[in-house]
């Protein structure tokens, strides 16, 4: 079975940066579009961002537009974000993920886990002064 661990949340201050990272095994990571979701206690899932296998093609929610970037290193099978210009509105539980259908969780307003067949624990970030 596939294992996902992410690791790099922490709490930062209005404007600092984060990188958060996502250890991947038993899942053929280099064949896989990967996704980056959050979580607010109380609140549904939020896709953040996508990235495809080969990592050429990335998306990004409007709301971390210009601000994060997903990358990946297949020989590796890790999967990263970078948090950049964070807000307080960033604070959130961050998951990596394997969505089922990458293209609809874009188009999707409500993800839920239904719609990944694998995700790791999560990690959590915390922006406030």
């Known amino acids: 079975a596939g294992q996902l661990v992410e690791s790099g949340g922490d709490w930062v201050e209005p404007g600092g940066s984060l990188r958060l990272s996502c250890a991947t095994s038993?899942?053929?990571?280099?064949?896989?579009?990967m996704s980056w979701v959050r979580q607010v206690p109380g609140n549904g899932l939020e896709w953040v961002s996508l990235i495809s296998n080969d990592g050429d093609t990335t998306y990004y929610a409007d709301s971390v537009k210009g601000r994060f970037a997903i990358t990946r290193d297949n020989a590796k099978s890790m999967l990263y974000l970078q948090l950049n210009q964070l807000k307080t509105e960033d604070t959130a539980t961050y998951y990596c993920?394997?969505?089922?259908?990458?293209?609809?969780?874009?188009?999707?307003?409500?993800?839920?886990?239904?719609?990944?067949?694998?995700w790791g624990q999560g990690t959590q970030v915390t922006v406030s002064l």
């Open positions: 038993g899942i053929v990571f280099d064949r896989l579009t």
């Open positions: 993920a394997v969505p089922l259908r990458p293209l609809d969780l874009m188009a999707t307003a409500s993800p839920t886990w239904d719609d990944f067949s694998y």
